[in-house]
């Protein structure tokens, strides 16, 4: 078991470019969780899946994010047309059950210039 | 979900041992806390969780007040590697499934 594995580690990108994220969980785990940390601040909550299901958004959660983990397994987490407020970590995490503490990865770290 | 208050941060010397401490006043009978902590450069890790009981595991041990309003999370012999942010949540697991992480301790360690 190699934790939750996230790529890139690290992405800049020109505004107004997509970008997409990839996130592996540990592979039993069925719950898939993104999140968005800007400098100082806690993680902030973005999606929740279980299994392939995308079950809760958050409102941070604009029309130009989008989420998906096909088969639910691994989740990719989509910006289209970046902005320099989109500047960020991005975190992803999974769990096997509700009550379980969740396993998070080391990010990907966009900076839009 | 609840809100805690934690101190901003805190100081402790290498080997001895830590209290952090989280306030949770408007705590709810189904709210767990949780604690995680974050190392530089690293995604948060979790530490421990419980409801009403004290809890203890191999990283940390986790203090419940009688009236579950405030939680003190124990590392009983800090070292440099214990250098972090720590993060008090509640979670209701029955209305969300959110962990909303505040600004936490930033706890600084020195040999």
């Known amino acids: 078991d190699t934790g939750v594995s996230q790529n890139p580690r690290h992405k800049i990108t020109k505004r107004g470019q997509n970008v997409t994220f990839r996130c592996d969980p540990i592979?039993?785990?069925?719950?898939l969780y993104w999140y968005r940390q800007t400098l100082g601040q806690g993680p902030e909550f973005l999606t929740y899946?279980?299994?392939?299901?995308?079950?809760?958004k958050s409102r941070l959660l604009s029309d130009r994010f989008s989420a998906e983990r096909p088969k639910g397994s691994f989740s990719t987490l989509e910006i289209q047309r970046t902005e320099q407020g989109d500047s960020a970590m991005y975190l992803c995490?999974?769990?096997?059950?509700?009550?379980?503490?969740?396993?998070f990865g080391s990010g990907t770290r966009l900076t839009v210039v | 979900d609840a809100k805690t208050t934690q101190p901003n941060s805190m100081e402790s010397n290498e080997e001895e041992p830590v209290h952090l401490p989280c306030n949770h006043s408007?705590?709810?009978?189904?709210?767990?806390i949780h604690w995680y902590r974050q190392l530089p450069s690293q995604g948060p890790e979790y530490v421990i969780h419980?409801?009403?009981s004290n809890v203890n595991n191999r990283m940390a041990s986790l203090a419940i007040a009688e009236d579950r309003k405030s939680s003190t999370l124990i590392l009983h012999r800090a070292t440099l590697r214990d250098a972090a942010v720590y993060y008090c949540?509640?979670?209701?697991?029955?209305?969300?499934?959110?962990?909303?992480f505040g600004k936490g301790t930033s706890l600084l360690v020195t040999p």
């Open positions: 995490a999974s769990s096997l059950a509700l009550r379980q503490g969740y396993t």
């Open positions: 408007t705590i709810s009978g189904t709210d767990y």
């Open positions: 949540i509640l979670r209701d697991v029955d209305s969300g499934y959110a962990l909303n």
């Open positions: 899946f279980q299994n392939e299901a995308q079950l809760e």
């Open positions: 592979s039993e785990h069925n719950r």
């Open positions: 419980g409801l009403t």
